[in-house]
C-alpha cells in the first residue's frame, strides 16, 4: 500500500509512504544507515540484503530518549566526514522515533542538506515520528528544541519489524493513533474501540488509517502554523513531563497518555468535552496498558515549564484540546487559575 503526501504549495517535497513493500533498494552514491544496538541486533542483517550501495557504512548511537542530544548528533556528523559523505550522499534512518529525529536533523546541517529516507521500526514511529519531516534535538531547556522541518525522500513502513516490539513500546505507538483519533475522526475511535490491535490484520488497518490522517495534515501544513498543530494534543503535558522526568521514566508515547488525560480534564472543564467521552478515550488507553496518571509535586512548577515548549509563543500557552470526540479547539486564552486547578488534581499526595 502506498501513501502520497503532497505539499500544497511546495510540490518539490512530495514524496511516498510504502507499507510492506519494501523489496530492494539500490544507490549509486554513499549511504549511512544509522541505527542504535538494539535495532542493530534484531533487524540489521534483515535491512543490509535489501540495499545495494556505492559505498554502504553503519552509524550506530546509543539507545533511548535521553540520548537524543548534541552529543549523538556529533557522532553521527563526525562519522560522515570521516568517511567524506558529500551532497550526493544519503542516509537512512533505521530505529524508531529517536533515530528518526536525530537522523533527519543531521541530514538538513550536513552540507547544508542532504537526502535522507526513513524506514521506522517501532509502532509511534511508523504512524507518526517518521512522517512529516520534523527532526530535531532534545536539550537541558526541553524536547525537541533545537531542530528543523526538513523532509524525507521517502519513507519505507515494514510491518514485520514490529513483531519484536516490546509491551510498552507498542502501547506508546497506540497512543498517537488514538490522539489521532481523537481529534480528527470519531469513527476511527469507535473503531479503535471495538478492535484488537494485537490482530495484525486489524493493526494494519490502524496503520494506513493514522499514516493517511498524517499525511493529509502535514500536506496542508508542513510547518505547524495551523492544522497540523493538533497533532500536538497531549503533548504540551507529556514534554513537561518527559523533561521533569529526565526523559528515563516514560516513553514518548506513554508521556503522551498522560498529557491527553491531562487536556481532557482541562477540556471538561472548559465545557469541550463530556466526563463520559473522557472516559472513553482513559478506557481506550488503559486496555493497552498505557499509564493514566503522573504524580506532579508542585503545580506552579509545572505550569510555569509550559513556557520552555516552543509552541509557547508570546507568553501564551498553546493548547490542543479535544471538542468532542472526532474534533478539536486550539486555545490561548485559558485561565492560568482553571490550568492550576487541573493540575492540582494530579498532585502526588504521598
Known amino acids: 500500500m502506498q501513501t502520497e503526501i503532497n505539499f500544497e504549495n511546495q510540490k518539490s517535497l512530495n514524496y511516498t509512504i510504502y507499507i510492506d513493500e519494501l523489496q530492494k533498494l539500490e544507490f549509486d552514491r554513499k549511504v549511512a544507515i544509522v541505527?542504535?544496538?538494539?535495532?542493530?541486533?534484531?533487524?540489521?542483517?534483515?535491512l543490509l540484503n535489501?540495499?545495494?550501495?556505492?559505498?554502504?557504512?553503519?552509524?550506530?548511537?546509543?539507545?533511548?530518549?535521553?540520548?537524543?542530544?548534541?552529543?549523538?548528533?556529533?557522532?553521527?556528523?563526525?562519522?560522515?566526514?570521516?568517511?567524506?559523505?558529500?551532497?550526493?550522499?544519503?542516509l537512512i534512518a533505521f530505529g524508531g522515533g529517536v533515530i528518526g529525529d536525530m537522523t533527519g536533523y543531521a541530514a538538513s546541517i550536513f552540507q547544508r542538506g542532504i537526502d535522507f529516507i526513513q524506514i521506522p521500526t517501532t509502532l509511534l514511529?511508523?504512524?507518526?515520528?517518521?512522517?512529516?519531516?520534523?527532526?530535531?534535538?532534545?536539550?537541558?531547556?526541553?524536547?525537541?528544541?533545537?531542530?528543523?522541518?526538513?523532509?524525507?525522500?521517502a519513507v519505507y513502513i515494514q510491518t514485520p519489524f514490529l513483531q519484536t516490539l516490546q509491551k510498552r513500546e507498542f502501547g506508546a505507538g497506540v497512543a498517537e493513533i488514538v490522539k489521532m483519533a481523537v481529534t480528527f475522526d470519531r469513527d476511527f475511535f469507535v473503531w479503535l474501540e471495538q478492535h484488537d490491535l494485537h490482530s495484525q490484520k486489524d493493526l494494519a488497518t490502524a496503520i494506513q488509517k493514522s499514516v493517511e490522517t498524517k499525511?493529509?495534515?502535514?500536506?496542508?501544513?508542513?510547518?505547524?502554523?495551523?492544522?497540523?498543530?493538533?497533532?500536538?494534543?497531549?503533548?504540551?503535558?507529556?514534554?513537561?513531563?518527559?523533561?521533569m522526568t529526565n526523559y528515563s521514566r516514560f516513553l514518548h508515547g506513554e508521556a503522551v497518555s498522560i498529557g491527553m488525560v491531562m487536556a481532557n480534564k482541562l477540556a471538561v472543564k472548559l465545557g469541550l468535552l463530556c466526563s463520559k467521552d473522557a472516559d472513553k478515550i482513559e478506557q481506550l488507553l488503559?486496555?493497552?496498558?498505557?499509564?493514566?496518571?503522573?504524580?506532579?509535586?508542585?503545580?506552579?512548577?509545572?505550569?510555569?515549564?509550559?513556557?520552555?515548549?516552543?509552541?509557547?509563543?508570546?507568553?501564551?500557552i498553546t493548547f490542543i484540546l479535544p471538542k468532542e470526540i472526532g474534533g478539536y479547539e486550539m486555545r490561548t486564552d485559558i485561565d492560568k487559575m482553571i490550568v492550576l486547578d487541573v493540575l492540582e488534581e494530579f498532585i502526588d499526595e504521598k
Open 215 to 243: 499525511a493529509w495534515v502535514v500536506g496542508q501544513d508542513e510547518k505547524e502554523k495551523g492544522i497540523r498543530a493538533v497533532l500536538n494534543y497531549g503533548h504540551t503535558f507529556a514534554h513537561v513531563i518527559e523533561n
Open 50 to 90: 535489501m540495499i545495494s550501495a556505492k559505498e554502504l557504512y553503519v552509524i550506530t548511537v546509543p539507545d533511548g530518549e535521553a540520548y537524543k542530544n548534541q552529543k549523538s548528533l556529533d557522532m553521527i556528523l563526525e562519522n560522515l566526514f570521516n568517511h567524506r559523505f558529500d551532497r550526493s550522499s544519503l
Open 125 to 153: 514511529s511508523q504512524v507518526d515520528a517518521s512522517v512529516g519531516g520534523k527532526t530535531g534535538i532534545n536539550n537541558a531547556y526541553g524536547k525537541n528544541l533545537i531542530g528543523a522541518f526538513y523532509q524525507p525522500k
Open 286 to 316: 488503559l486496555k493497552y496498558d498505557l499509564p493514566v496518571s503522573f504524580g506532579i509535586t508542585d503545580a506552579h512548577t509545572f505550569y510555569d515549564a509550559f513556557f520552555l515548549d516552543k509552541k509557547t509563543k508570546n507568553a501564551k
Open 35 to 46: 541505527t542504535n544496538p538494539k535495532v542493530a541486533g534484531l533487524h540489521l542483517k534483515v
